[in-house]
């Protein structure tokens, strides 16, 4: 098919202000495209040649874009320049240069999109002596055959300023629209994503037939989408919820997918990038602390300073790893990785398995006990029982723990109770901290005014209608040098109007495309007419009160990661509840 149909789609898909429509923007494209194009328009929406967790990105500068523009068009690049600080857009350049060129290509053909995923992918792949030429070559080529609306895109792509927004949720509901007309087939296509996490495929499988999406498997060196934990503030309502249980110190630390397939290791991240190359000492304890031919198994990694005893928590760890090279840290404070799940062993996927399970083949493969260790874990039969653990875990400095369902098949890319935090911070007066999406952000006034940077507007996550509903204005925790650095990334990701995604009654000076998240304390949760998280009506939503920064940003969550909304009413609940019993002692 034609790319200029996608092209098409990209624009309207950038002007609508709904996400019900971007859902039928969607739907509609993928009815008009085969099998693969619909695979690969799903990757070239997302900005995306291949799934995440391979690593394989464009990545162009702005220098190199600009050559290609000029060897298309035949305007120079200090033309192209003073047209890119008019317009401020480098696509909006491209599209305006397209249109007026100075030169006419001997032979141009119609751009299909398998040649211009093609190309983006061999972009992406190539390295080497010369490989900069050729890329400049490969894109110029495509400029010089597109339509001027083509080659907006086709410059933004590279340069990783696509900003459609368009979420994995969304493309989901529009695979089901494609072939149901609704959302019946969501929850099915969805079960199938999890367990692969490459959209692209699932897309192409589903176009081909919506049985396939039941044959899905795991399988080791391709990620599977974590399952997450709810909240409950007692150890009582956790027994109540859960009976006899299975209770776990909460470690700290950053959360881990492990794949084993023969002498190949492969580790991804809680939004599932391949992080192997930084964590060698957990490469080679997988390679060789472990037992078996194939594994997934999932834990928290740790820095472990052994001369103390001490455990760094996340912020400590990733710290570590910016200021020091990986290598030298790794033998002074080495990491340990508390594995707490196991996925898949040796040709079979035991994740349907009930977690008692899945928790005696887990202890049973970890013999060695070097890096990798079985997290700490016990059964408990009563609330008191619970409460003990917990106090055990907090007194050594842990967060908490996290209750299991003992009978539980691990739940994919989902949030359920079959795992329940409970985390020392709820005994506080402030509840958990919130992660939030940036949406916006304000210029600087008074004091701030020369760092042009007064604070974010920041957003929490409807996981039923995929839209980012704003909670928050935070403008405190900052530090002058965070200031900088976090307006520096949200200059680049600026948009002229609020992604339809995004819910907001509030306008900040700028919008940004929704993409980075970071984490937010605030003194409670309060009522309030001007934020529309969990907004209904003219009823008021809900708000932060006195919110700061903690800490950097979190660079392991994606915006859909970032806290839900159900999770604030349910914080919003736990804090009532707080406040009738008064603070818990202990
Ligand atoms: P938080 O910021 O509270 O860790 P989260 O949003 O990252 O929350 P949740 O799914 O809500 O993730 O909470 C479970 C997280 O706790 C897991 O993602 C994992 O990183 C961490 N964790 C630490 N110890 C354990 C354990 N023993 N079992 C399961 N998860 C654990």
Redesign the pocket.
């Known amino acids: 098919m034609e790319f200029s149909a996608l092209a098409e789609s990209m624009s309207a898909l950038e002007s609508t202000t709904s996400r019900n429509e971007m859902v039928e923007i969607i739907a509609q494209l993928f009815k008009k495209l085969d099998a693969q194009d619909i695979r690969r328009a799903v990757y070239l929406l997302q900005g995306l040649v291949a799934p995440p967790y391979a690593g394989i990105e464009v990545g162009l500068g702005e220098k190199l874009v600009e050559e290609a523009i000029a060897k298309a068009t035949g305007y120079s690049e200090k033309e192209i320049e003073r047209e890119y600080v008019k317009a401020g857009d480098l696509g909006n350049v491209a599209e305006k240069l397209c249109e007026s060129k100075k030169q006419t290509a001997l032979f141009s053909q119609e751009l299909t999109i398998e040649k211009v995923y093609s190309t983006f992918y061999k972009i992406a792949t190539l390295s080497g002596h010369g490989s900069q030429d050729a890329k400049i070559s490969m894109l110029a080529e495509l400029l010089n055959n597109a339509l001027p609306i083509e080659a907006r895109y086709i410059t933004r792509f590279p340069i990783g300023r696509l900003r459609l927004g368009v979420g994995d949720p969304t493309v989901l509901d529009a695979l089901s629209f494609m072939h149901k007309g609704d959302k019946s087939d969501r929850e099915r296509i969805e079960s199938a994503y999890n367990k692969c996490s490459d959209l692209g495929l699932i897309a192409e499988s589903y176009a081909r037939g919506p049985a396939s999406m039941d044959k899905f498997a795991m399988h080791p060196l391709v990620p599977v989408r974590?399952?997450?934990?709810?909240?409950l503030p007692s150890a009582e309502e956790i027994k109540d919820k859960l009976g006899e249980c299975i209770v776990?110190?909460?470690?700290?630390?950053?959360?881990l997918q492990c794949h084993k397939k023969g002498d190949k290791v492969e580790i991804f991240s809680?939004r599932l990038e391949r992080v192997t190359d930084m964590l060698p000492e957990i490469v080679d304890a997988v390679r060789k602390e472990l037992e078996c031919n194939e594994v997934i198994f999932?834990?928290?990694a740790l820095a472990y300073n052994e001369a103390t005893g001490e455990f760094y928590s996340?912020q400590q760890t990733i710290q570590r790893k910016r200021k020091h090279g990986v290598a030298e840290k790794a033998v002074e404070m080495p990491l340990r990785l508390?594995a707490?799940?196991l996925l898949y062993i040796d040709g079979k996927d035991i994740s349907s398995y009930p977690f008692k399970e899945r928790r005696k083949k887990l202890e049973a493969l970890l013999k060695k006990r070097g890096t990798i260790l079985p997290?700490?874990?016990y059964r408990a039969k009563s609330s008191a029982e619970i409460e003990s653990h917990f106090e055990d875990f907090v007194s050594r400095g842990l967060?908490g723990?996290?209750a299991?369902d003992m009978n539980a098949p691990y739940t994919t890319g989902a949030?359920k109770f079959a795992?329940i935090?409970l985390?020392r911070s709820y005994r506080s007066e402030l509840s958990?901290?919130i992660?939030v999406v940036v949406v916006g952000y304000y210029a600087g006034r008074g004091a701030r005014a020369r760092f042009k940077f007064g604070g974010v507007l920041g957003a929490v996550y409807d996981t039923h209608t995929d839209t980012f509903q704003t909670i928050c204005k935070v403008g405190s925790g900052f530090s002058e040098e965070q200031m900088a650095v976090l307006q520096k990334k949200l200059d680049v990701i600026k948009t002229a109007r609020p992604n339809a995604r995004i819910n907001s009654l509030i306008k900040p000076t700028y919008w940004v495309e929704p993409k980075y998240v970071i984490?937010v304390a605030a003194d409670e949760i309060t009522r309030s007419p001007i934020h529309t998280c969990a907004k209904e009506g003219d009823s008021p939503g809900y708000a932060l009160r006195f919110p700061r920064i903690i800490g950097e940003l979190r660079e392991?969550?994606r915006p859909e990661?970032a806290?839900t909304v159900d999770e604030i009413l349910d914080l919003f609940k736990m804090q009532r509840r707080a406040d009738i019993v008064g603070p818990a002692d202990g």
């Open positions: 974590p399952a997450l934990a709810e909240r776990e110190a909460k470690y700290d630390g950053f959360r809680r999932e834990g928290e996340f508390f707490f799940d997290s700490e874990s967060e723990l996290v299991k949030r795992w935090k985390k958990d901290t992660d984490t392991d969550k990661d806290t």
